[in-house]
């Protein structure tokens, strides 16, 4: 039980100081600068995302949670951002845990395969190259013997880019992803971030809900489709207009369009976002995979401060979606990453 063996760790020890392990250093210390994994308004391009279970006792959990934060804030610095999460399952029944956490369900039209989903943890690391996420990661791991890895994922966003404050980034279906993003640091941290007052315990707010979904993409069925059809089901075209010719970065506006005969009222972006004055409270930085020819996809990835009303509202209404029929869940979980700092370890102590 992490509450418990937070507090045997810390027995005799002045604190969470536990033997062998020096005092964390904190991700706090940049109090101006965003969480790691809201760094920047484009995330960076290559990631590894792993997910772990716990090789030990449940006594050594607070232990192996304490090593994990503090290797995870070390590999900090200008070329890598790197943060944790906790699954549910990495807190004891009766740790006083984030509201809306639980292992993720599954939704209509998911195949989730157990070795590729949830984890007791999951550590994500982003990086300027392919090479040094994976370097990151191979230290990270090393140094982490408390872990064992439970699935592991490398992504990468081609034709990364930051536009009018927006990340943008080319999915697997040759569009641009990023435009439904907020562009604004203060709505990013607004939408993705657990506010005081929520009902959310206090040692959590500052903290955000990461939805992982790794979704295989059908892209042979889908490059034999017209760019026509493909801009009707995706709602935009590639470049990231809407279907009417209005620029990228300007409002839709559906309600004069209530039949579909412009954007499909199946479209992903019209499912996804139909009320135009209240997008959902949500940030996506997804990644694109490709593990064969035939294994691609995306590494979707989002952070909220509310689950059911970011992704579980959005994933509900996009259930029987054009698009649908070109796409696989097969992975992913939910996960929650503490505020910064380590206070947080304290409060589950
Ligand atoms: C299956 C793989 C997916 C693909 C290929 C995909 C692709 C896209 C594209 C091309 C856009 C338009 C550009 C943009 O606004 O970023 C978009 C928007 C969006 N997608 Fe997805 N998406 C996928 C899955 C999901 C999932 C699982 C969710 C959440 C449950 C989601 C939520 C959204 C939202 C909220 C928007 C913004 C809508 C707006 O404000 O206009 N997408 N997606």
Redesign the pocket.
């Known amino acids: 039980m992490l509450r418990a063996s937070i507090a045997a760790a810390a027995v005799g020890t002045g604190g969470l100081t536990v033997a062998g392990i020096a005092p964390l250093r904190s991700e706090s210390t940049h109090p101006d600068q965003a969480p790691a994994h809201l760094r920047g308004a484009a995330p960076l391009p290559h990631a590894q995302v792993i997910a772990l279970d716990i090789a030990m006792g449940e006594d050594q959990r607070g232990r192996a949670l304490h090593a994990a934060h503090q290797v995870v804030a070390a590999v900090n610095s200008g070329k890598i951002a790197a943060w944790l999460a906790l699954g549910a399952s990495a807190l004891s029944a009766s740790a006083d845990r984030p509201r809306h956490l639980k292992q993720m369900p599954v939704f209509g039209g998911d195949v989730l395969d157990p070795a590729q989903s949830h984890g007791d943890l999951l550590i994500q690391i982003t990086a300027t190259s392919a090479d040094a996420a994976q370097e990151a990661a191979k230290q990270m791991l090393r140094k982490l013997p408390q872990w064992r890895v439970r699935w592991r994922v490398e992504g990468v966003r081609p034709e990364n880019r930051t536009e009018s404050g927006r990340g943008l980034a080319r ?1 697997p ?1 040759h ?7 907020p562009a604004s640091p203060a709505e990013i941290a607004e939408r993705a971030t657990v506010q005081a007052g929520q009902g959310e315990p206090a040692w959590a707010v500052g903290g955000s809900y990461q939805v992982i ?1 790794i ?1 295989r ?1 059908a892209t042979d069925f889908w490059d034999r489709d017209t760019l026509h059809d493909q801009e009707h089901i ?1 709602g ?1 075209r590639r470049d ?1 207009r809407w279907l009417d010719g209005t620029p990228a970065d300007e409002r839709a506006v559906f309600t004069s369009d209530p039949d579909g005969k412009i954007t499909p009222l199946d479209a ?2 019209r499912r ?2 139909p009320d135009r004055r209240h ?2 409270p ?1 940030v ?1 930085r997804g990644y694109n995979y490709q593990r064969s020819p035939d294994d691609q996809g ?1 590494i ?1 990835s ?1 952070f909220q401060r509310d689950l059911e009303k970011g ?1 579980e509202a ?2 509900h209404r ?1 259930q029987d979606e054009a ?1 649908a029929k070109y ?1 696989l869940t097969v992975g992913g979980g939910y996960f929650f990453v503490p505020p910064p700092g380590d206070g947080w370890l304290d409060a589950l102590a």
């Open positions: 999915n279906f569009f641009t992803e990023g435009y439904g993003n979904r979704i993409l995706i935009r990231g992903h972006v996804a976002a997008p959902p949500l996506r995306l979707f989002c992704f959005v994933q996009l698009m796409t």
